[in-house]
């Protein structure tokens, strides 16, 4: 039928707005294109193949182009037309969210029947000879599988579409166009009419999924009468729903929680996305509501995955708050870039300048103007990393992004040391980064105002107000520019200098044993999870039994007493916080009691059982010294003080101090006077302050990170 359109049918189609969520034909003169030269739109509305098939946008309009997606059915032809519109005059479309790539990726074992068949799947889709294709104004386009799959699923047998898709709204060859309409992203999202969230076409018997997960917004949780046990999810079917990589993909972040109306598709099949957010709530409340079920026991023992949603896939901690981060998004204008990039580390990217530019759009306005989108082979991914960072560093005088630093992963990218390299993030170090603000190794600006400027610190006002800042120039012609800035950067931007104090050197560095329990990036996390935890959990408390070992034959002893140090080395092993009902707090007094049952230094209490406390702070304490281990040494010092560091750290390698940082840092000396930063670290005894408390003026220096 679309292949025998005539030119006025196409040009009708071009004029008008169909959204099938709405069921109404609306027509919009937004979608005519700008006026041009009269030849020019005479060429176009012939649809001459020897025409581009891109004219050039309007910038200064906020200009877009919209696919208007023809009718049709079935396999045949899938035939379109581009018009362009302003978003200034508010045009009537639907936006379309989902992965260039393949939609799937395997969730099950090759021991098993889904495995195998996803296995199929997946060589077929790797060595696939024919090239997918859509007809644009006459023009044969070649698009990635998933696109002509969802544009297949989405047309209407009757009416047209106006649609609006990254992969054939942008000119994706030119680089100009694509990093203003990158820019664009905010509103194009949150003006859509409605989102499609396109998870790909229905396979593992995802109907199943979708059924069920429909089914839950008629789950009273609250319900007395309810039995756990009568809930029956497909479990298979929701591992390979939710391990489809639309959920990984770092892009989608903006694209749904900017839009307005959301709609989640697969194959057929489409439910509100509020719903998932739904499904994660009530999730939680059961989980909870089996921890306190007298028979959890028995029922954790016939039901050992009871999860709807993988708690590895990023998207898991977004769905959790979702009404609350959306509400918060769309109400105010944007958070800060840093806490934007952090929240979405976790997620990945084809390109990796996109673990910045995709999250652009959640952004602040100012934040938006600083960093400037730049897809040309002038930049490297690793200068745009540089100068998001650098940015933070200077407008927020902030050196948070140092905490984010592992030396091994920028082998693969030429950047400075106290750049993080952002494409390579997991889910092991956000989830065990020292970054929370409970710690305040560098104490106070005013402790820093006394180091600094001892004499300065004394004045009585008003006479501080006015001659701190005059004389302060003249003091240390070698220092940062003034008291409360963190650190400057060369003008080539490639050395941070920092003020800070060289606390003490490492003299021991073991590496935990790894494991991949708390890796968002394994696939078949549920299926392997049981199989693997009881190895890992046996590897790490052996190599705990090794450190304490160590601890007792060091000579220096900082804390004191042997029971004191005792004390100190298992708060280490825990980050000195546990894990309570609403974050992380100070571990109670008596877990050390926890740790001594796991390494059998204390006997099993008679009658420990799931639902007792001590059975669950055991599991506390253990599930937290995994995360704090992961990818990290435990280190002892010259001085004696116990800690964890990243894994590459070895003896001659400094923990300083930085003025305005959180946590301590592992430095290693390069020639020239220069550093090469290793990462953060968690030294025991040092984390509030205290180091810097009892620091003298000639014990502070800068260092030079290169």
Same mark, same amino acid.
């Given at each position: 039928?679309?292949?025998?359109?005539? #030119?006025?049918?196409? &040009?009708?189609?071009?004029?008008?707005?169909?959204?099938?969520?709405?069921?109404?034909?609306?027509?919009?003169?937004? *979608?005519?294109?700008?006026?041009?030269?009269?030849?020019?739109?005479?060429?176009?509305?012939?649809?001459?193949?020897?025409?581009?098939?891109?004219?050039?946008?309007?910038?200064s309009?906020?200009?877009?182009?919209?696919?208007?997606?023809?009718?049709?059915?079935?396999?045949?032809?899938?035939?379109c037309?581009?018009?362009?519109?302003?978003?200034? $005059?508010?045009?009537?479309?639907?936006?379309?969210?989902?992965?260039?790539?393949?939609?799937?990726?395997?969730?099950?074992?090759?021991?098993?029947?889904?495995?195998?068949?996803?296995?199929?799947?997946?060589?077929?889709?790797?060595?696939?000879?024919?090239?997918?294709?859509?007809?644009?104004?006459?023009?044969?386009?070649?698009?990635?599988?998933?696109?002509?799959?969802?544009?297949?699923?989405l047309?209407?047998?009757?009416?047209?579409?106006?649609?609006?898709?990254?992969?054939?709204?942008?000119?994706?060859?030119?680089?100009?166009?694509?990093?203003?309409?990158v820019?664009?992203? $905010?509103?194009?999202?949150?003006?859509?009419?409605?989102?499609?969230?396109?998870?790909?076409?229905a396979?593992?018997?995802?109907?199943?999924?979708?059924?069920?997960?429909a089914?839950?917004?008629?789950?009273?949780?609250?319900?007395?009468?309810?039995?756990?046990?009568?809930?029956?999810?497909?479990?298979?079917?929701?591992?390979?729903?939710?391990?489809?990589?639309?959920?990984?993909?770092?892009?989608?972040?903006?694209?749904?929680?900017?839009?307005?109306?959301?709609?989640?598709?697969?194959?057929?099949?489409?439910?509100?996305?509020?719903?998932?957010?739904?499904?994660a709530?009530?999730e939680?409340?059961?989980?909870?509501?089996?921890?306190?079920?007298?028979?959890?026991?028995?029922?954790?023992?016939?039901?050992?995955?009871?999860?709807?949603?993988?708690?590895?896939?990023?998207?898991?901690?977004?769905?959790?708050?979702?009404?609350?981060?959306?509400?918060? &998004?769309?109400?105010?204008?944007?958070?800060?870039?840093?806490?934007?990039?952090?929240?979405?580390?976790?997620?990945?990217?084809?390109?990796?300048?996109?673990? #910045? *530019?995709?999250?652009?759009?959640?952004?602040?306005?100012?934040?938006?103007?600083?960093?400037?989108?730049?897809?040309?082979?002038?930049?490297?991914?690793?200068?745009? *990393?540089?100068?998001?960072?650098?940015?933070?560093?200077?407008?927020?005088?902030?050196?948070?992004? &140092?905490?984010?630093?592992?030396?091994r992963?920028?082998?693969?990218?030429?950047?400075?040391?106290?750049?993080?390299? &952002?494409?390579?993030?997991?889910?092991?170090?956000?989830?065990?980064?020292?970054?929370?603000?409970?710690?305040?190794?560098?104490?106070?600006p005013?402790?820093?105002?006394?180091?600094?400027?001892?004499?300065?610190?004394?004045?009585?006002?008003?006479?501080?107000?006015?001659?701190?800042?005059?004389?302060?120039?003249?003091?240390?012609?070698?220092?940062?520019?003034?008291?409360?800035m963190?650190?400057?950067?060369?003008?080539?931007?490639?050395?941070?200098?920092?003020r800070?104090?060289?606390?003490?050197? #490492?003299?021991?560095?073991?590496?935990a044993?790894?494991?991949?329990?708390?890796?968002?990036?394994?696939?078949?996390?549920?299926?392997?999870?049981?199989?693997?935890?009881?190895?890992?959990?046996?590897?790490?408390?052996?190599?705990?039994?090794?450190?304490q070992?160590?601890?007792?034959?060091?000579?220096?002893?900082?804390?004191?007493?042997?029971?004191?140090?005792? $004390?100190?080395?298992?708060?280490?092993?825990?980050?000195?916080?546990?894990?309570?009902?609403?974050?992380?707090?100070?571990?109670?007094?008596?877990?050390?009691?926890?740790?001594?049952?796991?390494?059998?230094?204390?006997?099993?209490?008679?009658?420990?059982?799931?639902?007792?406390?001590?059975?669950?702070?055991?599991?506390?304490?253990?599930?937290?010294m995994?995360?704090v281990?992961?990818?990290?040494?435990?280190?002892?010092?010259? $001085?004696?003080?116990?800690?964890?560091?990243?894994?590459?750290?070895?003896?001659?390698?400094?923990?300083?101090?930085?003025?305005?940082?959180?946590?301590?840092?592992?430095?290693?000396?390069?020639?020239?006077?220069?550093?090469?930063?290793?990462?953060?670290?968690?030294?025991?005894?040092?984390?509030?302050?205290?180091?810097?408390?009892?620091?003298?003026?000639?014990?502070?220096?800068?260092?030079?990170?290169?």
């Amino acid at each position: 039928m679309a292949s025998l359109l005539s #030119v006025s049918t196409s &040009l009708a189609l071009a004029i008008l707005s169909f959204n099938r969520y709405d069921g109404v034909v609306k027509p919009c003169d937004h *979608y005519l294109v700008p006026k041009q030269p009269r030849f020019k739109q005479r060429e176009l509305q012939l649809n001459d193949t020897h025409i581009p098939l891109y004219l050039p946008l309007d910038p200064s309009r906020n200009s877009i182009r919209l696919l208007v997606l023809h009718p049709g059915q079935g396999s045949g032809d899938i035939h379109c037309s581009l018009a362009v519109a302003s978003l200034e $005059r508010e045009p009537s479309y639907t936006a379309l969210s989902y992965t260039w790539g393949t939609p799937f990726r395997r969730s099950a074992s090759m021991w098993s029947y889904r495995g195998v068949v996803q296995y199929v799947r997946e060589w077929t889709e790797n060595h696939r000879i024919h090239v997918p294709t859509i007809i644009i104004d006459k023009h044969r386009i070649p698009v990635t599988p998933n696109l002509r799959s969802a544009l297949q699923h989405l047309r209407h047998p009757n009416l047209p579409l106006v649609i609006w898709v990254d992969a054939v709204c942008i000119n994706q060859e030119d680089n100009e166009e694509k990093e203003h309409q990158v820019n664009l992203m $905010r509103k194009i999202y949150s003006q859509a009419k409605t989102t499609i969230v396109w998870l790909g076409p229905a396979a593992d018997e995802s109907e199943k999924a979708f059924q069920f997960i429909a089914s839950t917004d008629n789950l009273k949780v609250d319900d007395p009468d309810l039995r756990i046990e009568d809930i029956q999810p497909p479990w298979g079917p929701l591992q390979a729903l939710f391990a489809r990589s639309w959920w990984s993909r770092v892009w989608v972040i903006q694209e749904v929680l900017l839009s307005k109306n959301i709609i989640a598709k697969c194959g057929q099949h489409e439910i509100p996305f509020e719903t998932f957010s739904r499904l994660a709530f009530k999730e939680h409340l059961l989980r909870r509501r089996m921890r306190n079920d007298p028979t959890f026991e028995d029922k954790y023992k016939t039901s050992s995955r009871w999860t709807f949603i993988p708690p590895t896939i990023p998207f898991y901690r977004l769905l959790a708050n979702w009404p609350f981060t959306r509400k918060e &998004l769309q109400a105010e204008k944007g958070m800060g870039i840093w806490e934007a990039i952090i929240a979405t580390l976790s997620f990945s990217s084809t390109m990796p300048r996109d673990k #910045v *530019y995709g999250i652009l759009g959640l952004c602040t306005s100012s934040d938006r103007e600083a960093i400037k989108v730049d897809y040309t082979q002038r930049k490297t991914d690793g200068q745009v *990393y540089k100068e998001a960072v650098e940015y933070v560093i200077k407008s927020q005088n902030n050196l948070q992004p &140092l905490q984010f630093v592992q030396a091994r992963s920028r082998k693969s990218m030429d950047i400075p040391s106290w750049v993080p390299d &952002l494409s390579s993030y997991g889910f092991s170090q956000l989830s065990g980064g020292f970054t929370a603000s409970f710690f305040h190794a560098s104490d106070k600006p005013a402790t820093w105002e006394r180091l600094i400027h001892p004499i300065l610190s004394r004045m009585p006002s008003p006479i501080s107000v006015v001659s701190k800042q005059l004389v302060s120039l003249f003091l240390r012609a070698e220092e940062l520019p003034n008291v409360g800035m963190c650190a400057t950067v060369s003008d080539n931007s490639d050395i941070l200098t920092v003020r800070g104090l060289l606390f003490d050197t #490492v003299s021991l560095a073991d590496p935990a044993p790894q494991s991949n329990i708390y890796q968002q990036s394994d696939s078949i996390y549920l299926d392997h999870l049981s199989r693997s935890t009881k190895e890992d959990e046996l590897s790490l408390l052996e190599a705990t039994i090794r450190w304490q070992r160590y601890v007792a034959a060091h000579k220096e002893n900082p804390y004191g007493t042997p029971a004191a140090r005792y $004390r100190a080395f298992w708060k280490t092993l825990i980050g000195n916080r546990f894990r309570g009902e609403h974050g992380l707090v100070l571990p109670p007094k008596e877990a050390n009691i926890s740790y001594e049952v796991l390494t059998k230094r204390r006997p099993v209490p008679a009658g420990l059982s799931y639902h007792s406390p001590l059975f669950l702070e055991m599991g506390l304490f253990q599930a937290r010294m995994a995360i704090v281990s992961s990818e990290r040494s435990f280190i002892i010092t010259e $001085r004696g003080f116990l800690g964890m560091a990243p894994d590459n750290s070895k003896p001659g390698d400094v923990v300083c101090i930085f003025q305005g940082g959180e946590v301590p840092f592992v430095l290693r000396p390069r020639e020239n006077n220069q550093w090469e930063l290793i990462g953060e670290c968690y030294l025991h005894g040092i984390m509030e302050g205290t180091a810097v408390k009892r620091a003298h003026p000639k014990d502070v220096r800068l260092f030079h990170i290169g």
